[in-house]
């Protein structure tokens, strides 16, 4: 609507002496942020590593409660197809497509082990907004990275969740062990059947292990 983009102009056009709000230079931060990442590929590798290495500061950044909300109800200008039309997009999708263009433009870049270690790392991520964006680019990589690699990282997970401590509650929500298979899930809604099918013969074949029962609970 007209507010949004009047709200979004003016952050673009702010300064450091005019801005009257931490946040406000932080939603700017982070709406420059996602432009140079969706344009990665025109970058030098020192820089691909310099913006993967700031993957965690977007994440801390979105955790701010005004942040998150402007990105969730913000819309962006951007060029159509053509580059003659300018349309506006939600600034949460802007972020989504950014982000999985990065993978794409890493995909063959010595920065990638970064990207795969952050995803790794944010994989259980607290804040539901993260997360949310954590599993988008996991799903986003699962559909596009061939079987066998797939495969390989569901056996891990598999492994994971199996050699967790039986310490906690498995029905607990907050559970170390009850969030990684929420997220294993996930990932399997997003997945061939065949991965669900791999799932569970790592369960069976673990049956015996004392922490089997408590992923199957989970």
């Given at each position: 609507?007209?507010?949004?983009?009047?709200?979004?102009?003016?952050?673009?056009?702010?300064?450091?002496?005019?801005?009257?709000?931490?946040?406000?230079?932080?939603?700017?931060?982070?709406?420059?942020?996602?432009?140079?990442?969706?344009?990665?590929?025109?970058?030098?590798?020192?820089?691909?590593?310099?913006?993967?290495?700031?993957?965690?500061?977007?994440?801390?950044?979105?955790?701010?409660?005004?942040?998150?909300?402007?990105?969730?109800?913000?819309?962006?200008?951007?060029?159509?197809?053509?580059?003659?039309?300018?349309?506006?997009?939600?600034?949460?999708?802007?972020?989504?497509?950014?982000?999985?263009?990065?993978?794409?433009?890493?995909?063959?870049?010595?920065?990638?082990?970064?990207?795969?270690?952050?995803?790794?790392?944010?994989?259980?991520?607290?804040?539901?907004?993260?997360?949310?964006?954590?599993?988008?680019?996991?799903?986003?990589?699962?559909?596009?990275?061939?079987?066998?690699?797939?495969?390989?990282?569901?056996?891990?997970?598999?492994?994971?969740?199996?050699?967790?401590?039986?310490?906690?509650?498995?029905?607990?929500?907050?559970?170390?062990?009850?969030?990684?298979?929420?997220?294993v899930c996930f990932l399997l809604t997003h997945s061939?059947?065949?991965?669900?099918?791999?799932?569970?013969?790592?369960?069976?074949?673990?049956?015996?292990?004392?922490?089997?029962?408590?992923?199957?609970?989970?």
């Open positions: 609507d007209s507010q949004a983009k009047s709200a979004l102009v003016d952050i673009l056009s702010l300064s450091v002496e005019s801005a009257t709000s931490a946040r406000v230079l932080l939603l700017a931060r982070v709406v420059l942020f996602q432009s140079v990442i969706r344009y990665s590929s025109e970058l030098e590798v020192d820089a691909k590593f310099a913006i993967t290495s700031k993957l965690q500061w977007l994440l801390d950044v979105l955790t701010d409660t005004e942040v998150y909300s402007s990105v969730l109800s913000s819309q962006l200008p951007v060029a159509d197809g053509s580059g003659k039309t300018i349309i506006w997009e939600s600034m949460f999708s802007a972020l989504i497509l950014s982000l999985k263009t990065l993978m794409i433009n890493l995909s063959s870049s010595p920065a990638w082990e970064e990207l795969e270690t952050f995803l790794l790392q944010s994989l259980l991520h607290p804040h539901f907004l993260c997360w949310q964006i954590i599993m988008e680019l996991w799903c986003f990589w699962v559909r596009h990275a061939t079987e066998d690699l797939v495969a390989d990282m569901i056996d891990k997970l598999c492994t994971l969740m199996m050699s967790m401590s039986s310490s906690e509650t498995p029905l607990c929500p907050d559970s170390v062990l009850r969030r990684t298979t929420k997220s061939p059947k065949s991965l669900t099918a791999r799932v569970y013969k790592n369960i069976s074949t673990e049956s015996r292990s004392e922490s089997a029962p408590d992923a199957y609970l989970a």
